[in-house]
């Protein structure tokens, strides 16, 4: 039963993995020998922060696509055509980053937050598409499918598209205070307490 | 028995997971701060179109590769050699994609194009040639394989090269028309209607 | 029992492996053909130092990671956070690499080797980090955990950053000092001698 | 018993996966729209023969690696460091082959053959001294391993290292003949004539 959906787990792996490991080519190694090393290292702050940012925000996504497939044990083309537009969202991360961290501090700074922020609102709209059709009826759940844990989870999930809207929004008004929220929201996911509420522990 | 595969998906997966999320990297960021970011992102709508069209072309390969395998349980020597036939055409994809990317609207747009299609047709026909290998006389089938589902899969693959066919000739005449063929043909796999014509569904 | 912690597992694999592939983006190809190719390569020793220093420890990290997960048995979200940040500090070790390779010689030097061995120390103190939470009180390991195995790890381990922090260390003092005794931590981690201090062998 | 070598071939896979799909970033797209496509793209030959060897070389090694795999089941310390040695030659290659196709044609060609052709003479020992480590007095094998198999592996793979050292020793007197030798191992290796005096068939 379980090998229904094991090639899509290794290739959602796979791209997740790839993906989160990509982002480090962001991180551009000053390359001026004549500048003092410090100073070049300290200017480039936006590329360390839209990548702690974005690991933590893929990180928290495997996390969520690994619990949800442990309910989802049947596979079909809808659900491999779902997974594959989560996965996209997934692979346009790396470029959304750099983009942001190249821009933080100049003019297009409002922009390529909306484009950040409305990536990651596309994608936890993704999640919450892919688990409903997946949980509506029980249609691709395992056999022993605990109806407790798939109500937490579905009323968890609503959660994530509304917080990345929240600063999607806010980025529109203040590029600083969006970034703040942004790193709270990856603190918050990564705390007990707010893995509670945007994840349901392993069965 | 189903060990004798299981590294032929796990490779593969690698390879069709690093292909599709190396696509991105195709897609430029804007390096210059003095011009208006929304003009500089437009501008490259081209990478955009290529992007997405590698992508849902490779991940429709990929799910037809995760199918086959479902019905292919055995290996030999010859499997091995098709399936690192079919990979290389998976991994020339990201170049094919740039390529496109860089000369829509410039005069090696025909040439590209031909290239980037072309490269379509070869790994359809080799998908062709694979399961035909793997699929005749019952050669590298699993024991309970289901004969209508073999026969099925063998029609509707035949189509795949005539598709990519039309998309390269029609490329010789009008890069638009291509252009809009291609984006069709990626719709109409994901479609559940198109989806029964490319692949089969789980057994 | 063992599909709790797969996924982890398959997932850090991809991690470990992306990043020890990327490694060798750092070292770059020779591009002036009217310059002496010999000369060239042997002007950027440094690049294939820092690749070969990096590619030992992750490698060696990749192995510790193995023989840990060889005893956790189950997962909790606690663990997925630590193994998520442990992953963080490999992904950083490309850009790290690429730093050391191209400061060694410059004024930067000393910077960027504290930069490259600060980032083991994280990575060796979170590797205790998640080894502890696992191991304490029995907390995540399998039923049939063997006690002396477990407290030999603990011990092993505790050595790990003490030896980055070392190499940190008398990299204030003396670049060439710090690099030949990361290269010397290198073997002996290879060596089955230091194997036997660093790791345990597979149960 | 599986389990003891699965992470090894799981993370192997990986480095094979990633090395020989990072081959393609050596192709560069022209990015001279004012100059002819075609003439761009027939220009960069090189460029397509170090893909495509190094594409079948990868491949075969994979396959290689593979088929020990299906007689090793048992791993040791001593092993893992093999079999890290073997990678850090496979992660080598994206290098050695675009250092190759920039100097096909200039003054630095054979040298760059040089240390093209010895890094594969270097994988190719390294291959024989993990099977023979493995395979010595049984030390690693499964319990029913075949000893005709065995001993055919360790008669077939003593050739490789040899194989390459005509092309490295060729490369010294012709750049081209010795790429002609190069392309002939790589089809040599793919038919089923020369598979089999390179590998053995699955058990």
Redesign the interface.
């Known amino acids: 039963m379980?090998?229904?959906t094991a090639?899509?787990?290794?290739?959602s792996?796979?791209?997740?993995?790839?993906?989160?490991?990509?982002?480090?080519?962001e991180?551009r190694?000053?390359?001026n020998?004549a500048e003092?090393?410090?100073a070049q290292?300290l200017r480039q702050w936006p590329s360390y922060v839209a990548f702690?940012l974005s690991?933590s925000f893929i990180?928290i996504m495997?996390?969520n696509h690994?619990q949800l497939?442990t309910h989802i044990r049947h596979?079909?083309?809808?659900l491999?055509?779902l997974n594959?537009l989560l996965?996209?969202g997934v692979?346009?991360v790396?470029?959304t980053t750099?983009?942001l961290a190249?821009?933080v501090g100049?003019?297009?700074a409002h922009?390529?937050l909306a484009?950040y922020n409305g990536t990651f609102v596309a994608i936890a709209i993704l999640f919450n598409v892919l688990w409903r059709y997946a949980s509506t009826g029980n249609r691709l759940l395992g056999k022993k499918f605990d109806e407790h844990s798939v109500d937490r989870i579905s009323r968890q999930y609503a959660y994530g598209p509304l917080m990345y809207v929240v600063c999607f929004v806010v980025g529109w008004f203040s590029v600083g205070a969006s970034l703040v929220l942004n790193i709270g929201l990856a603190i918050f996911f990564?705390l007990?307490f707010g893995?509670k509420h945007s994840?349901t522990?392993?069965p």
């Open positions: 379980d090998s229904e090639r899509i787990e290794a290739f792996d796979g791209v997740f993995a790839i993906a989160i490991t990509l982002l480090i080519l991180i190694v000053p390359s020998p003092d090393l410090r290292l702690l690991f990180g495997w996390i690994h497939f596979s079909n083309n809808n491999l055509v594959l996965l996209l692979t346009v790396p470029f750099a983009l190249s821009n100049h003019a297009g922009l390529a484009v990564a007990p893995a994840r522990p392993a």
